[in-house]
């Protein structure tokens, strides 16, 4: 019917109509990529935002374990100097070196 409104010829009024369904299938298909690309690109997004906060947790993590490490290197330094063993022997130990005298007082 519509070819006798416009009085177009039959192959000129296919060509038309054929022309309007790869136009609105193109048109189907760019919307659809859109909006494809749209849902990887907030995929992504929010897989960046993820990592992000992960990535500062650790460093903030990082930051306590290096601070842990910096204090046992420390302690391990203090443990190695031969006065502080001496004093850990005299102190927790109770021993004298060799001709002293140890002196125990006790209160009544």
Not at 6 to 14: H, I, M, R
Not at 16 to 22: D, E, K, Q
Request: charged share 25%; glycine share 6%; aromatic share 8%.
């Amino acid at each position: 019917m519509e070819r006798y409104r416009t009085g177009l010829a039959g192959s000129q009024w296919k060509r038309r109509r054929f022309s309007g369904i790869w136009r609105r299938a193109i048109a189907i298909t760019v919307l659809l990529c859109s909006l494809l690309l749209l849902i990887i690109y907030i995929g992504r997004f929010i897989h960046i935002h993820r990592v992000g906060r992960l990535l500062a947790a650790q460093q903030e993590r990082q930051v306590v374990v290096l601070m842990h490490n910096h204090a046992l290197q420390e302690k391990l330094m203090k443990i190695d100097d031969p006065e502080y063993i001496e004093y850990l022997a005299r102190k927790r130990l109770g021993l004298v070196m060799p001709g002293e005298i140890k002196v125990i007082f006790i209160d009544k």
